[in-house]
């Protein structure tokens, strides 16, 4: 295959963050879309989470309009009512000498792990064998945590393959926090993608505040290691053993995905105080703004690869082109056994 990153489909036999746990109340249901499947969040009165297709056997029509009743589904329009395994369980005006039309809902394998709802789009007898992303042995003291989840427009593949070549931080030069930057190794399996840079990072503010989450101080060279890891189809940060940022992704459809980025740094030293400060200049004044950045840089991509989807790119970066053959590899592995 080609490899035309605006165009780039993603295998469905993973497991994909799908909305934050807490999002979802008891009784509440939430529309939400994989790779431009309409897919009903929700949460029964029991507490439990599922997930089905977002529309009733009758007519199509969007159930997360309608209400959650005990552990049913029921339709806006016509109050037919499904389980959830999306079974049809009733239809209001339906005498009990009928027998009920053997309609059922399409549902996925649902999984609540560290904070977010996770479904399984692909085969479904597949899901006990893929093991769901695990950050449990982050989510304690020793560590303290912060959201950054954002919405780009741009195919997945061009955000994934910009979440690992760290070269492109001329993009971000006015608050990347190092001023230099050197590929050291790169391993590539048929499953993952693990680099490993060298950063050195010297003055400016973006730097102080950096250093300051390290534990470190003053104006003098801080080289760390900066590994990342793209464990199909996510991705993990770490710069040196102090800072870790998980990014699990849901591709919406060709030209959008949903990013669930999750910032992990250790608790030790001088930063254990450093929570406060972080929330309040670190993410808003750096991150945030990298954030917009990598936004708008990804939708240039992306319409450069719609305007010349046949012409060559000059790439240079190991870890880009490994990233970018596991991707090819996958989607087109993916395709062929659906043919």
């Known amino acids: 295959m080609k490899a035309n990153l605006s165009q780039m489909g993603v295998d469905p036999n993973y497991w994909y963050p799908i909305l934050r746990e807490n999002e979802l109340a008891k009784g509440k249901s939430l529309p939400a879309v994989f ?10 009165q029991s507490g439990e989470v599922h997930a089905l297709e977002n529309s009733c056997a009758h007519r199509k029509v969007a159930l997360h309009t309608g209400e959650i009743r005990d552990c049913k589904v029921v339709c806006p329009y016509h109050g037919w009512e499904f389980e959830t395994d999306g079974k049809l369980a009733k239809i209001p005006y339906w005498t009990s000498d009928k027998k009920l039309p053997n309609v059922r809902l399409q549902s996925y394998p649902v999984r609540c ?4 709802v996770w479904i399984f789009p692909g085969d479904a007898e597949l899901a006990d064998t893929v093991p769901v992303p695990d950050t449990s042995s982050l989510e304690n003291k020793e560590w303290f945590s912060f959201c950054l989840d954002n919405d780009f427009y741009n195919n997945y593949s061009i955000g994934i393959i910009n979440g690992m070549d760290y070269y492109h931080f001329h993009l971000h030069r006015k608050f990347q926090p190092w001023s230099d930057i050197k590929l050291l190794n790169l391993q590539a399996s048929e499953n993952s993608v ?15 505040l950096f250093k300051s989450i390290l534990g470190e101080g003053g104006n003098e060279k801080v080289v760390e290691s900066l590994r990342v890891h793209y464990l199909y189809p996510h991705h993990l940060a770490e710069v040196g053993e102090k800072i870790k940022v998980w990014v699990y992704f849901l591709p919406v459809n060709e030209k959008h995905v949903k990013a669930f980025i999750t910032m992990y740094i250790k608790s030790s030293g ?10 309040t200049l670190f ?12 936004a708008w840089i990804g ?6 690869w719609e305007l010349y989807p046949n012409e060559p790119r000059c790439e240079t970066n190991p870890i880009s082109i490994a990233v ?15 043919s």
């Open 113 to 116: 792990r560290n904070g977010l």
């Open 270 to 279: 001088v930063n254990r105080f450093f929570r406060k400060p972080f929330q």
């Open 283 to 294: 993410s808003p004044l750096i991150l945030k703004k990298i954030q917009v950045q990598d």
């Open 35 to 44: 790779w431009k499947k309409q897919i009903l969040i929700f949460r029964d």
């Open 299 to 304: 939708l240039q991509e992306q319409e450069a």
């Open 194 to 208: 693990l680099g490993e840079y060298e950063i050195i990072s010297t003055q400016g503010r973006a730097a102080r």
């Open 324 to 338: 970018q053959k596991l991707l090819v590899q996958k989607w087109t592995n993916h395709l062929e056994k659906e």
